[in-house]
């Protein structure tokens, strides 16, 4: 059967073109490949190529004609053994109103897409599905409690998981030898061997794209970062890489990972190294984003992020490393993911926090309890995905909210937080949800002026009572 | 013709080149065997039905049934087939996004690839990913992927999980000669040497970084040097010949295999559209194109060949040729009538 060649689309906005020029002539055979054609649009001019074989039967389309829509057939092509007497004596005339002609007999194909999606016209109907995360476990009467720093907790944790699954491996700079920037990993090379605790160079980008590779054959690699600060240099592995491939791959490949590392301002070390990335990734569909602020949480879920089969950025704090709390000696303390714990029970106002916010939040509870305002103070431990039920929960009963962060306001969690009060539980708010956040300037070296830049209790204590018309 | 005289020469200066490497330096191009009519005849096949699906997949783009961005792989055949017929099973290989030829090669359904292409259900990523992300795990084909150069870590990562577990699979991480000046690719060489990880890394150089020739962007245009400086072996290959393609993938990928680290093979070949659909071509001439097309094309090298050796009659490769046509619209007949995804997939597959 002669097969039409149609007006081509070389982009996917193109909708008509000019036929500048015909390269091949009537009675010319073509093969696949050979360029017959020359189209202009206000772009460029581009060149049609034949995709088929055969001789070129007839042009129905003269060169100079303009405007001619996309689809429209443009010339015939004859197989073996087929004449030009076989062409259809209704092959559209070259300049009658080619545009009219597409919608008539052209592309089935177009008829196939209007096919599929006819039976879809609820599209917008779909609602993401509700995010559900378990409680934490009870933990037994009489167990006993160990204090430890919030360093010892994470190394536990990661040494615990690693007996028990031997593909789970940590790789970053100085993890090893030096036993972590910030001693995070001490002891792990002496009991794993560098097979499994491995001193990457310092190559950020390209660790972390190792990383995710090893993740996508099946390896569980915990990725260290000496600061988030440096991560910025991986930023497109841990987005592009490790977030999207699970989606984009419709479900096929997965990427177990952690990446973590001390997030957020330091001490004294200036705007380079002092910065909050919890809003950055917790904007990422496909990231888990964890941030825990006491060590028992940092055990229980850095064990959980080992395990969780997606992508998790921990995000963790490097004031605190050093902070002592007790963890529960239990045998697999593991807790979940996406769960906001409640820190301190109140019923005036809600301070919502995580990670190193909550050292301002909890101060100003107890100075806030000395004026006779009974805080709840809610530690999200977890930024994505949030635990907005415990958020809304406590605001239905406090009716007042702060949010704290090291971060800056524009975007950032409070913002969010806030938006999804003023959703939800608008009708109970009895005040404008207040932020207390990072000032937005980048982090300043000298000492009195750093200490402006960052939140402080007292700040919450006065964002609180605003809230309450104290 | 560049792309060839450029693969003759400087493979000369490659086998007499001296790089003060170790006495087991490779550097010495591999010899290229002839081969059986088997071989022939399934890279010709092979080949084939890349240039004819890559040429339905421009003319769905042009009907508007393929969107966005679409690259395409011919001219470039011969690098992907002849590379297949280095591995073996249990082998990863990963590209970036001028992709659908790795995908075919390494066994990937034609019916899956376009209907992904078409953004359907049935597709290789249930319609969410597109041209430049496809993956199957069954044949070990790790993707596509769209951010230029990003694959290449990602592959040494692959190599890295082959050394943990201890097993003898190689890596083939494909990049073009534009992803061989990111940093990132540099950061994967280092570490790739460092920890002996066995990743063959092909440099497909098809001359142009979309319209930017290499000559305007490269201040090292031998590319198989680019490891130089990590003591990485490094090989130029014509690219355009799948017997030269093939013998140099099994030096490498031996070298690979027996724990001697990575290796570098720079593909000298060359794309004949332009870098995606809606790209002109207008930074080279029609001629540069018409040489290569009519004295170097691998498929109709391979093709001279069968019929000089007497593998095959004209009328036995017209056989071939014309299931290869079937198989190629049977996949465009299926990619244009498989339904699009269910709109309840838009919420799947972020998390698992």
Redo the contacts between chains.
């Keep these: 059967m002669p097969t039409d060649i149609?007006?081509?689309?070389?982009?996917?906005t193109m909708e008509k073109g000019n036929l500048a020029k015909w390269l091949k002539k009537e009675g010319d055979t073509v093969k696949?490949?050979d360029?017959i054609a020359e189209i202009e649009t206000d772009?460029?001019?581009?060149?049609v190529?034949a995709?088929d074989e055969g001789t070129l039967g007839k042009i129905l389309v003269p060169e100079g004609t303009q405007d001619v829509a996309?689809?429209t057939p443009i010339a015939v092509i004859l197989g073996d053994g087929e004449k030009a007497g076989d062409i259809k004596a209704s092959a559209p005339k070259a300049d009658k109103p080619v545009t009219e002609k597409v919608k008539e007999d052209a592309?089935s194909?177009?008829k196939?897409?209007a096919e599929?999606?006819a039976p879809?016209k609820?599209?917008t109907?779909?609602?993401?599905?509700p995010v559900q995360a378990a409680n934490d476990p009870s933990i037994p009467e009489g167990t006993e409690m160990v204090q430890m720093t919030m360093r010892e907790a994470l190394r536990d944790a990661m040494a615990e998981e690693m007996r028990a699954d031997k593909d789970v491996?940590v790789m970053g700079e100085e993890v090893a030898e030096y036993q972590g920037a910030y001693k995070v990993t001490q002891g792990l090379l002496q009991e794993f061997g560098d097979?499994r605790v491995i001193d990457?160079?310092i190559?950020e980008?390209?660790?972390?794209?190792?990383?995710?590779?090893?993740?996508?054959?099946?390896?569980k690699p915990i990725v260290e970062f000496m600061t988030w600060n440096f991560a910025m240099q991986a930023i497109?592995?841990i987005i592009?890489?490790a977030a999207k491939?699970?989606?984009?791959?419709?479900?096929?490949?997965?990427c177990q990972i952690v990446f973590r590392g001390p997030n957020g301002a330091a001490a004294r070390v200036a705007a380079q190294h002092s910065q909050d990335y919890s809003a950055w990734y917790s904007h990422i569909?496909?990231l888990?984003v964890v941030s825990p602020s006491n060590p028992a949480d940092a055990k229980g879920l850095l064990k959980a992020a080992i395990r969780d089969?997606?992508p998790v950025v921990f995000l963790e704090n490097e004031i605190l490393y050093g902070q002592s709390g007790p963890v529960p000696k239990l045998d697999d303390f593991v807790l979940p993911i996406g769960k906001a714990r409640i820190a301190r029970a109140g019923k005036d106002v809600t301070i919502v926090s995580w990670s190193m916010g909550m050292r301002y939040a909890l101060e100003a509870a107890e100075t806030l309890a000395k004026e006779g305002i009974e805080a709840e103070v809610i530690d999200l431990r977890t930024l994505k995905p949030m635990d907005t039920e415990t958020i809304i929960e406590s605001v239905k009963k406090t009716g007042r909210v702060v949010t704290v962060e090291e971060g800056w306001a524009q975007s950032g969690v409070g913002a969010e937080i806030a938006a999804r009060v003023m959703e939800q539980a608008f009708d109970y708010l009895d005040a404008p949800v207040a932020r207390v956040s990072g000032k937005e300037v980048p982090m300043p070296y000298a000492a009195n002026l750093e200490k402006l830049a960052l939140p402080s209790a007292a700040e919450v204590v006065e964002a609180a009572k605003s809230v309450s018309y104290k | 013709m560049p792309a060839v005289s450029a693969a003759s020469s400087s493979s000369k200066a490659a086998s007499t080149r001296s790089d003060g490497a170790k006495s087991s330096s490779p550097r010495a191009a591999a010899p290229i065997a002839d081969f059986s009519k088997d071989q022939d005849l399934s890279a010709y096949k092979s080949m084939l039905t890349i240039r004819r699906f890559e040429e339905k997949a421009g003319q769905l783009y042009g009907m508007g049934l393929i969107g966005g961005f679409c690259h395409l792989y011919i001219g470039q055949e011969a690098v992907v087939v002849g590379m297949q017929m280095a591995l073996k099973d249990g082998d990863q290989v990963i590209t970036g996004y001028r992709d659908h030829g790795h995908m075919l090669a390494t066994g990937m359904e034609a019916k899956g690839v376009m209907a992904e292409l078409t953004g359907r259900a049935q597709g290789y990523s249930k319609g969410k990913g597109g041209s430049m992300h496809m993956f199957s795990k069954e044949k070990g084909f790790f993707g596509g992927h769209g951010i230029v150069g990003a694959q290449v870590p990602l592959g040494t990562g692959l190599a890295f999980a082959n050394r943990y577990r201890g097993n003898d699979n190689v890596s083939i991480t494909y990049f073009g000669d534009g992803a061989a000046n990111q940093g990132q690719v540099y950061e994967s060489f280092n570490m790739a040497e460092l920890w002996k990880l066995p990743v063959v890394y092909v440099i497909e150089n098809n001359r142009y970084a979309m319209g930017t020739s290499v000559n305007r962007a490269s201040a090292q245009t031998d590319f198989s040097k680019r490891g130089v400086s990590f003591n990485i072996p490094g090989e130029q290959v014509d690219g355009m010949d799948v017997r030269a393609v093939k013998a140099a993938g099994d030096k490498a990928v031996e070298w690979c295999r027996k724990g001697k680290g990575p290796f570098i093979l720079e593909m000298l070949t060359y794309r004949y559209r332009g870098h995606s659909m809606s790209d002109p071509a207008k930074y080279r001439t029609r001629e540069e194109v018409d040489k290569v097309r009519t004295t170097h094309d691998p498929i109709d090298m391979v093709r001279a060949r069968i019929i000089e050796k007497k593998f095959a009659t004209e009328d036995e490769l017209k056989k071939i040729d014309a299931e290869v046509r079937d198989y190629v619209n049977d996949s465009a007949e299926f990619a244009t009538h498989d339904p699009e995804p269910d709109v309840s997939e838009l919420y799947t597959d972020i998390y698992r």
Excluded at chain 1, 43 to 47: D, F, G, N, S
Excluded at chain 1, 125 to 129: F, I, L
Excluded at chain 1, 245 to 254: F, P, R
């Design positions: 149609l007006m081509p689309a070389l982009s996917p696949s490949g360029i772009k460029a001019t581009m060149e190529e995709a996309v689809n592309p194909a177009e196939a897409i599929t999606r879809q609820a599209e109907a779909v609602a993401p599905p491996f097979k990457t160079p190559t980008h390209g660790f972390a794209g190792l990383g995710v590779g090893a993740a996508l054959a099946g390896l497109d592995q592009n890489s491939t699970l989606y984009m791959s419709g479900g096929q490949m997965g569909p496909g888990r089969k997606n």
